[in-house]
């Protein structure tokens, strides 16, 4: 069965040719059919540009140095625009982070919805409109006949998000790919997205790359999850066996870091320093300046150690019983 | 073009108006008081590269033998007075205006701001006509009448920038811990509006120059024989067809210092990026 | 001894467009002692902000009033706005928009002592040091710094002063994951080493679960629960609190999807409503829900504004 979307030792740079900034050095993840992959990292880590790029959204001045992307089994890196076209929207639909600036504020957002289908599927924008109002409600906004009418400033943004969600499924896409889908949105308001894009994907059968910072988004809604540390990704598994026993001192720190529910104050598990941005990057292990558990060896490249079923990138993977708090504090951010 | 040695959009124009300033008013003394009198006998002699040219005449005579050299030169120092003046005054008002309309609010903001509003709604034209016909045109009348001409745009991006400035983090940071409103604008607002402000100054002096023109053209500058660059085309404009270069150099002149007056502005705005959003926005082009 | 600071019956709305008022918070009482950490959860546009910029005295109650340390302030008198000015400072979300580009390191975190015209007790180079900077920073404009760096340099500025309350709006929310944590340790040392009080403005329980005394969650203008945050987590009376709790990601691969589902978006601050505010989306609410405010009631250390709460 055909990958929703294969990522194949994908490099992208910026800037000067002469001078490039490497932001994205070697990125390999697989979206199977029907799962959801969480592409989890901070600032800087090269998620969104990752994520950006292989669709060709990555802007200006931005170059896919190497390495190959397919959705859906078709090529998209090299392809020209109208393959790109077809397959943005087509196969893989898009929701942003912020989804005022997805929606255009002068159209209504029916219409909108409606030229979404038409871009794919012709016909008149009227023809559409049980298919927009079928979609509104799929995404669970409430009396979908009458927003349709509506402008997108006179939704709130929890309501805005769904619409950007029914615009990316107006074609059925096979894959959805969702950049901090959740990050502008209230607590309350996040918890009602996931739950919509939750069953966009698994009700549906559909896949989905989900790209964002927050741990929690991750192990709400995806099967798999990815994570970048400058420009590579560090580590890949289950959620499961990520989340219970993450191999890579990253991830650990990470989970550690993350406040969690519960009675009682207590010192968090903070990590040292912070995350480096490209054009800084450590050479060999990139995260060693911070790691607890780093050693000569981490000097060099480190070298990639599949586990269960996932692997990660460490000279020592899943030595983590002396967790990332005990050398926490020294040095600031 | 920055950064690898000097920023030719900046000093380029700056080095023009520069010299056109000194030229204007160390020129006509190099020359002599002689090039500027009337000549009869040498009226309306072409440039020294056409046939009939006149020696020590390089840009012609106009129409009562003056050397035009001198006159574009004298007329500069006072287009260039008026010009230069009105824009500083503009400015000074403007930033005055704007702080306490941006800064303090409330009710000066709305008397300040309709003020603005009737003011550009009047024909300036008409007020100027009033004005010289009541006071006169003797150049410190025109530097108030320009002044009055060009201080809503700076009025308007002061108050903007102050408006802005007065909600930052780091204004209210300041005022939190107890900071004066004078300390606060000294301090933290005044810094962005300066900026600003040099840049719709450049802006003005191009825009003042122009308007000077225009009311020496019609008559409301400074009397003849006092030269100004609008009214040296205006007692040219009937010769046109005969001897073009009376209407010319001035005319030259003009269209120089203001791309030049401009030029600074954009190359000032690009320099320093406060403010430039406001200053796009207001500016209508 | 009085507390740090104690809000009574704080009321604040704006005139917004169109006519229409606006009311950020509503009747809001709240004390908080020193060293304590007195959380205010809620979602935006709840009145979170506004309360906290209240308490710090940056804007003007409606009605109400606040006391710091037992002083209330009419605005008229300069000393007694200075006096405090020195007892409460404000620490704020965007530690980029806080900071002046056009002031080093250095003079950002001396300018309270500048504007004063005083010498605090501690230098710029302790001040540095308790926010565990290089004192070799101080030359450095906030472009040169990270997030984390910069919400340190606000934090050494807020404590120049030498405050007894500090106000901290949102102060993680900006800043990357692991760093979040390093200031949020940052703050309770602090807290540990000066006794400073803190009133933290957030809207992720999980992060005001680990480092709150006490906690307010805040809907549409007013505290609907209060108590010690141990209760206020794990057994939410208010069922606004108890959807916050159920917003928060669980953590657990596989918990997912088991928990009770969040209906709607938060009513307008700008209806005009008899009632509770939040029987537009209460699954419990009943008619007494919609006719009437819930007052205040005591039970036990928590205090919530339900009808039905028990």
Known sequence: MTAALEIDDLWVEAGDPDDPLVLVRGVSLTVAAASVVGLVGESGSGKTVTCMASLGLAGRGVRITGGSVRAQGIELVGADERTLMRVRGGVVGTVFQDPLSSLNPLQRIGDQIAEAVMLHHGGRRRSHHARVVELLAKV????????????????????????????????????????????????????????????????????????????????????????????????????????????????????????????????????????????????GCAFAPRCPVATGACGEAPPIRTSDQGWSRCWHPGSGETTATSRAEEGAA | MRRRGIDLRLWVPLGVLVLTIVACFVGPMLLGPEAGQQALGERLAPPAWLPGAIDGRPLGTD????????????????????????????????????LVAGY???????????????????????????????????????????????????????????????????????AGAGASDLYLVRRHVLPQVLPANLVVWSFTVGALVVIEGALSFLGLGVKP???????????????????????????????????????????LRGRWNAGADVIDKEVVP | MS????????????????????????????????????????????GKST???????????????????????????????RAVRDHTQFVFQDPAA???????????????????????????????????????????YPRELSGGQRQRVVIARALALEPKLLVLDEPVASLDVSVQAQVLNLLADLQAEHGLAYLLIAHD??????????????????????????????????????????????????????????????????????????????????????????????????????????
Request: with cysteine; glycine share 10%; hydrophobic share 45%.
């Open chain 3, 51 to 81: 309360l906290a910029r209240m308490a710090a005295m940056l804007t003007a109650p409606d009605a109400g009033q606040v006391s710091w340390s037992g002083q209330t302030v009419s605005q008229q008198r300069r000393s007694a706005v």
């Open chain 2, 63 to 98: 129409a009562f033998g003056r050397d035009m050299l001198t006159r574009t030169l004298e007329g500069g120092q006072v287009s260039l007075q008026v010009g230069f003046g009105a824009a500083t005054g503009a400015v000074l008002v403007g930033m005055v205006l704007g």
């Open chain 3, 98 to 140: 806080a900071l002046s580009p056009r002031l080093t390191v250095e003079e950002a975190v001396s300018e309270p002592l500048r504007i004063r015209r005083r010498t605090g007790s501690r230098s710029v180079a302790d001040l540095l040091d308790d926010v565990g900077l290089d004192r070799s920073m101080g030359r450095r």
């Open chain 2, 104 to 174: 303090w609010g409330g009710w000066c903001d709305r008397v300040i701001m309709a003020g603005a509003d009737i003011w550009l709604a009047f024909p300036f034209l008409v007020i100027a006509l009033a004005a010289v016909a009541v006071v006169g045109s003797d150049i410190p009348v025109l530097i108030v009448l320009l002044t009055l001409g060009g201080w809503v745009l700076p009025t308007r991006v002061t108050r903007t920038i102050a408006l802005r400035v007065r909600s930052e983090d780091y204004v209210v940071a300041a």
């Open chain 1, 140 to 283: 669970g906004v409430p009396a979908p006949e009458q927003r349709a009418r509506a402008y997108p400033h006179e939704l709130s943004g929890g309501l805005r998000q769904r619409v950007a969600i029914a615009m990316a499924l107006a074609n059925d896409p096979a894959l959805l790919v969702a950049d901090e889908p959740t990050t502008a949105l209230d607590v309350t308001v996040q918890a009602q997205v996931l739950d919509v894009i939750r069953s966009a994907t698994r009700d549906e059968a559909r896949s989905a790359l989900i790209v964002t910072h927050d741990l929690g988004l991750v192990a709400e809604v995806a099967d798999r999850v990815a994570v970048m540390y400058a420009g590579q990704i560090v580590e890949e598994g289950p959620v499961a066996s990520v989340f219970q026993d993450p191999q890579h001192p990253y991830t650990r720190g990470l989970l550690a870091s993350r406040p969690v529910l519960a009675a009682g104050r207590r010192r968090l598990g903070a990590m040292v320093g912070r995350p480096p941005l490209p054009g800084s990057w450590p050479a």
């Open chain 3, 205 to 310: 329980l999980a992060v005001v679960s680990s480092v709150a005394d006490r906690i307010g969650v805040m809907y549409l203008g007013q505290i609907v629960e209060e108590g010690p945050a141990g209760d206020v987590v794990t057994t939410p009376r208010h069922p606004y609190t108890q959807m916050l709790i159920a917003s928060v990601p669980a953590f657990v691969p596989g918990e997912r999807g088991e928990r009770p589902r969040v209906v709607g978006d938060p009513a307008s601050p700008t209806e005009r409503r008899t009632g509770c505010a939040f029987a537009t989306r209460c699954a419990f609410a009943t008619q007494v829900c919609l006719d009437v405010a819930p007052p205040r009631r005591e039970l036990g250390d928590v205090a919530v504004r339900c009808h039905h709460a028990s």
């Open chain 2, 225 to 267: 024989p006092t030269a100004s660059w609008g009214n040296i085309i205006a007692d040219g404009t009937p010769y046109l067809q005969t001897a073009w270069w009376i209407v010319a150099w001035p005319a030259l002149m003009i269209v120089v210092t203001v791309i030049c007056a401009n030029a600074l502005g954009n190359a």
């Open chain 3, 3 to 46: 507390p740090v600071i104690a809000l009574e019956g704080l009321a604040k709305g704006y005139d917004i467009a169109g006519g229409a008022r606006l009311t950020a918070v509503d009747d809001v009482s709240l004390t908080i002692a020193a060293g304590e950490t007195y959380a205010l959860v809620g979602e935006s546009g709840c």
